[in-house]
C-alpha cells in the first residue's frame, strides 16, 4: 500500500491508498473538499469539525440516494420539484445537527 498526501480544505493528509485506487482516491479526496469548502463558504459554519461532519452527511446522503431510489430512465429524468424536495430534506437535516453539536461544535 502505498502513501499519498492530499489537500482537504487546505490541510495536508497523507492517506495509505491500495495499489491501483489512486484515481478513486483523489476522485473521493476531491469531493470531500467540494462539500467542505461549499458549508465553509456558506459561512454559517466555522468549526472545522461541524464542517467535516455536515460533508460527509451530505456526501452519505447523496451516497444513499443513488443506491435506494429507483433509477430514472431517460425519458423521466429528475423533476425540479424531486431535486428541492431532496434539498429540503438534507437542509433540515443539517439543521438538526447544528442543534445537536451545539455552539462549540461538539456532541459533548
Known sequence: MK????SILGQSYVLGCPDGGDTL?????????????AIRTAGKVKARERIAVLAALNLAYKLEQRTTA???????????????DAQVNVDALIA??????GEHGQLL
Not at 482516491?25 to 469548502?37: G, N, P
Not at 429507483?70 to 428541492?84: F, K, L, V, Y
Open 3 to 6: 502513501q499519498i498526501e492530499v
Open 25 to 37: 482516491l483523489h476522485a473521493s479526496v476531491k469531493a470531500v473538499d467540494r462539500e467542505m469548502t
Open 70 to 84: 429507483p433509477t430514472p430512465t431517460a425519458s423521466e429524468g429528475r423533476s425540479a420539484t424531486d431535486e428541492a
Open 96 to 101: 438538526r445537527i447544528d442543534e445537536a453539536l
